[in-house]
């Protein structure tokens, strides 16, 4: 990294460790969309999972319990301690997405969900991303997007993590940004997690009547008005990788 984007690692962290995380502690339950994320991507035994980005590991404790391997990766010591408590079996790193400490083709399945958008460089994280990916390997994304009707109307103006770094994008431009670092996008689905009342009742009960709305809103909104959406995407096989290679040159 240049000095430059090291400083801005070290600033970063410090938000992450010092006011993000702040009071981040091990969670006593497995959410259900965690759950049930993990049973759509058919997550199984013997399988090795690199979540980048993980926080306090509640989707990593979802994928644990199918029996697959799980490595987890955090800007934050904080989060990386939680993830210890959370998935004892688990390999947890503190480290930096743009420079993964892992080898080539090295995981069966990579996931980046809701973190993509806080880096200092996406894309080279994404090249890391399908560098440490088997040639099959599923790779799954979840981003916001720009095209967020919400925001469009003036209603939001994004998570308190704009304050150190958010890139949002819309869809169209996150599928180039993908397919630019080598990831063929296969699918992309609603992120539906609050369905629940876990998040509706979060934000006080005065704030309940407006949040079961943008549920409901969110069940029935086109794709291209929702605000977060998930990308599955894989490695195309490499005699096609090799072939855009040469293209390009």
């Known amino acids: 990294m240049k000095n430059n984007n090291l400083l801005s690692y070290k600033m970063i962290k410090n ?11 091990p969670k006593a339950k497995t959410s259900r969309h965690h759950k049930q994320l993990a049973c759509r991507l058919n997550i199984r035994s013997g399988q090795s999972v690199l979540d980048i980005g993980c926080g306090s590991g509640d989707w990593l404790r979802a994928v644990s319990r199918h029996g697959a391997f799980t490595v987890g990766l955090d800007i934050s010591s904080k989060a990386i301690a939680a993830c210890k408590e959370n998935v004892p079996r688990g390999r947890f790193l503190e480290g930096c997405a743009e420079n993964l400490p892992f080898r ?27 560098r440490v990916g088997k040639e099959n390997a599923v790779i799954l994304l979840l981003v916001p997007n720009a095209g967020f009707l919400t925001s ?27 397919e630019y670092a080598g990831l063929c996008v296969r699918q992309r689905w609603r ?8 998040w509706i ?9 407006l949040r079961a709305a943008q549920a409901l809103v969110l069940a ?30």
């Open 15 to 25: 938000y992450y460790d010092e006011v993000y995380f702040s009071h981040i502690a």
């Open 104 to 130: 080539e083709n090295t995981f069966d399945v990579v996931t980046c969900l809701g973190s993509l958008e806080h880096f200092i460089n996406p894309g080279q994280a994404l090249r890391e991303m399908a």
């Open 152 to 178: 469009r109307l003036g209603f939001f103006s994004g998570t308190d993590q704009l304050q150190i770094k958010e890139e949002v994008l819309y869809l169209h431009e996150w599928k180039y940004m993908f």
């Open 191 to 198: 992120d539906l997690h609050i369905l629940s009342w876990r």
């Open 201 to 209: 009742k979060l934000s006080g009960w005065r704030n309940i009547p």
């Open 220 to 249: 029935i909104w086109p794709l291209k008005w929702q605000y977060q959406v998930y990308h599955l995407c894989t490695k195309p096989p490499l005699k096609s990788a090799t072939s855009q290679q040469a293209v390009e040159a």
